[in-house]
């Protein structure tokens, strides 16, 4: 079993419509958590970490953690073509800085 | 505040030969993590530097090396290279502060090995 799984898509949605990304992890110990945007051929860009279970929301985006489901998922509100990219769940055990990647969920939206 | 830096950026090189890749974290950062991007395996932790001092290494055999300076800036050094070597080399470096352990990632440097 992979530390943190994602689909990896492509997961396609209207302008406009919440996308939803969803990423499970297996170390019951991991404390932080977050989600990095890639597009293609550039670097891994913060978009949100999330410590605590419940909802965090910045924006357009909303994380949700669930440690007793080892769950963690990332809403994207009113897409836009400009979201179109690799979305990375990253998950940290707590060995300081060391992150733990999914493979990632390619995002499309489309007009 | 400028963000890290990452160089070079590009580089080509053959089987065999060696190289250096070099990080500067976000001023004020003093850990900086190497992790390894491919297609097939996605990002992998390579090693992490705090205060010149290696405190955690992933599982990528003994060519790959790094080492960190007084300043925090950072190298990691790959010997005798191998095709599969070629991948996007990233940089993170963190604050380290209590209650954060965010990193944040340099724009890469893409190794090609011919």
């Known amino acids: 079993q992979k530390e943190v799984e994602q689909n990896s898509g492509p997961l396609s949605v209207p302008e406009g419509a919440i996308a939803s990304l969803n990423c499970t992890y297996s170390?019951?110990?991991?404390?932080?958590f977050f989600w990095y945007r890639q597009y293609s051929g550039k670097s891994p860009e913060l978009i949100m970490s999330?410590?605590?279970?419940g909802d965090k929301e910045d924006g357009r985006f909303t994380a949700q953690l669930n440690k007793a489901s080892q769950y963690v998922s990332l809403l994207i509100r009113d897409s836009q073509p400009s979201d179109s990219a690799t979305y990375l769940c990253?998950?940290?055990?707590?060995?300081?800085?060391?992150?733990?990647f999914g493979t990632g969920t390619r995002l499309q939206v489309t007009l | 505040k400028a963000g890290v830096t990452q160089t070079p950026r590009y580089l080509i090189k053959t089987r065999g030969q060696q190289v250096t890749l070099s990080c500067s974290p976000i001023?004020?950062?003093?850990?900086v993590s190497w992790y390894q991007q491919t297609p097939g395996q996605g990002l992998q932790f390579l090693f992490e530097?705090?205060?010149?001092?290696?405190?955690n290494k992933g599982n990528f055999p003994g060519r790959f090396s790094g080492r960190q300076f007084s300043n925090s800036r950072s190298e990691m050094n790959v010997s005798t290279l191998e095709l599969g070597d070629s991948a996007l080399y990233l940089c993170?470096?963190?604050?380290?502060?209590?209650?954060?352990?965010?990193?944040?990632f340099g724009p890469g440097t893409r190794l090609t090995v011919l």
């Open positions: 993170a470096s963190s604050p380290e502060l209590a209650g954060t352990d965010t990193q944040y």
């Open positions: 170390d019951r110990g991991s404390q932080s």
């Open positions: 999330i410590y605590s279970n």
């Open positions: 990253a998950v940290n055990t707590g060995t300081a800085s060391k992150l733990t």
């Open positions: 001023s004020g950062h003093r850990s």
């Open positions: 530097y705090f205060s010149e001092t290696q405190r």
